[in-house]
């Protein structure tokens, strides 16, 4: 992830992000349009082609200034007007003219329809206020402030640059940065400490170009890859994914809270339209609560149960720090695929099988650290070790005492400076050693979408765990958006999840309104 610095400011698009007139616009573009083309193509004796109110309309006047958006798509029909100037009459065939009679028909539409706007956004907005960050709201359209002061919205800004500034300015529309570079200018910001949302592709590409430091693609429902390709570091479908903006503990930069999964379902499901699902669970702390011992953490029948029902429909796979063997035995169900000791060690249907190559060579050096660590750690009350086959778990939950903890992890520490090719890992009360090599839950994560032919574009991977170490896959699903993290337990800035379960039970409830999810498209596609 890149670095940036503390967010202070949110800078987002009024048409398409806050209120709904996008399709007012995009209904105005195509009435002017076809009936233009319709008569040129009539005076000039060739063929017809109307307007496309989503293609053409994302591709060439989405965000831009009137006179802009007519001059890019004439353009792709290669059609040359002559500029005019602003006062032109709508019925004048210039650049200017179009765009006058486009407005027009704008306004017309506007007093039929009304204005709406998203609550996703209000709500957001109202977060972002209440945690101190300044918002502005940009639109190349001249209405601006006709539209928020109908939906009661004017006041809630801090600062507004709308298309009567970009002429008074002289600023050049979309895709360049200028009207967002203006509003982190009212604001008070550098553009880097700031936020840009956009539903439209120029404003993407306006947002990149400025330099901000994080920029969020609305897609609502569309295919969000045409945003990332234009450089959207985020892209949702609900502005409530972003959660609440905080500072990263590390103090390297922002931080977005996960949002609640069970409060974001509909827009789950929007991000599995027309996509396969492939879903990856820890197993400790995700599908059973952490407990004193690990050998206690069975899996209850209904949770089984659910899981069985979910892998008729999709693939499943337990990714977990145990040992595989030990994961199926506590799971005891046939037709998943088991990710044992951190994803050294695979094994599912069909002959899927993997164990990796340089922690099989490190086995020597455990089976040594083994002794070692069992020697010292006797005269430790309450510390456990659990041998698996491709890492030492020392379990410290029953060590009672701060002075104790930290004999524990000298004796580990002790162990790992004698032996080479050895590294320690954390996780909740645990210190674990396992080979060291470059493999982890993530890398397990990237094996298993391409062993089981689910690196493609229509596949989405949902990867739930609670633990430091599941941040690995979540960093894996986080770059170029491959799928989706949801963090189990109390939400934390510093995960890379893009959603968050507070405890197994929220994880049951989400996992049977995922099988539904899955049942009805499953009858839909029948």
């Not at 709904?20 to 193509?41: G, I, M, V």
């Not at 006041?155 to 600023?171: H, I, P, S, W, Y």
């Not at 002959?351 to 340089?358: N, S, W």
Request: charged share 30%.
């Amino acid at each position: 992830m890149k670095a940036v610095k503390p967010c202070k400011a949110v800078i987002l698009d009024m048409d398409g992000v806050i209120t709904q007139t996008a399709k007012l616009h995009a209904r105005a573009w195509k009435s002017l349009f076809d009936e233009y083309l319709r008569q040129r193509a009539s005076r000039e004796g060739t063929s017809y082609e109307p307007f496309d109110s989503d293609r053409d309309y994302r591709e060439y006047v989405d965000g831009k200034p009137r006179h802009d958006g007519v001059q890019s798509f004439l353009e792709s029909r290669a059609i040359r007007l002559p500029l005019g100037d602003e006062q032109e009459e709508p019925n004048s065939e210039t650049m200017h003219g179009l765009g006058n009679r486009k407005n027009k028909i704008f306004h017309e539409l506007l007093q039929q329809a009304g204005v709406e706007v998203y609550r996703d956004t209000v709500e957001q907005i109202e977060t972002w206020k209440r945690a101190g960050l300044k918002v502005a709201v940009i639109s190349s359209s001249r209405n601006c402030e006709a539209v928020l002061r109908a939906v009661g919205l004017l006041d809630v800004f801090d600062a507004k640059v709308d298309g009567n500034d970009l002429a008074r300015l002289e600023l050049n529309g979309k895709p360049a940065p200028d009207i967002f570079l203006h509003a982190a200018k009212r604001l008070g910001v550098e553009p880097a400490e700031a936020m840009v949302i956009e539903d439209a592709i120029a404003g993407i590409q306006a947002g990149r170009e400025g330099g901000f430091g994080t920029v969020v693609g609305v897609a609502r429902g569309r295919e969000p890859d045409a945003y990332r390709r234009a450089g959207a570091d985020r892209v949702v479908h609900d502005l409530r994914e972003l959660g609440a903006l905080q500072q990263d503990p590390s103090g390297e930069g922002l931080g977005t809270a996960p949002a609640p999964a069970l409060q974001h379902l509909a827009a789950i499901a929007d991000r599995l339209q027309g996509k396969e699902l492939a879903l990856l669970l820890d197993y400790d702390g995700t599908l059973t609560p952490i407990v004193r011992r690990p050998e206690e953490a069975t899996l209850t029948a209904e949770m089984r149960s659910l899981l069985s029902a979910l892998a008729e429909y999709c693939s499943v796979a337990i990714v977990s720090g145990r040992d595989r063997r030990d994961a199926e035995q506590m799971v005891q169900l046939e037709n998943l695929v088991y990710a044992g000791s951190h994803g050294f060690d695979i094994r599912g249907p069909d002959g899927l099988e993997m164990q990796q190559q340089e922690a099989r060579e490190a086995l020597p050096e455990l089976d040594a650290a083994e002794r070692a660590l069992r020697r010292r750690l006797a005269p430790i009350g309450g510390a456990r070790l659990e041998r698996k086959k491709f890492a030492i778990a020392v379990h410290y939950r029953e060590v009672s005492g701060e002075e104790r903890i930290r004999q524990v992890e000298d004796a580990v520490d002790a162990t790992l400076a004698e032996g080479a090719g050895l590294r320690k890992r954390g996780g909740k009360k645990i210190f674990e050693l396992q080979p060291d090599v470059a493999w982890d839950k993530g890398h397990a994560v990237s094996w298993l979408r391409e062993a089981l032919g689910l690196d493609r574009p229509d596949v989405a991977v949902m990867y739930l765990g609670d633990d430091v170490t599941d941040e690995d896959a979540f960093r894996v699903l986080s770059e170029k958006e491959k799928g989706m993290g949801i963090r189990v337990g109390e939400p934390d800035a510093a995960t890379q999840a893009l959603y968050s379960l507070r405890n197994c039970d929220e994880v049951e409830e989400f996992l049977r309104a995922l099988l539904r999810m899955l049942s009805k498209k499953a009858r839909h596609e029948s």
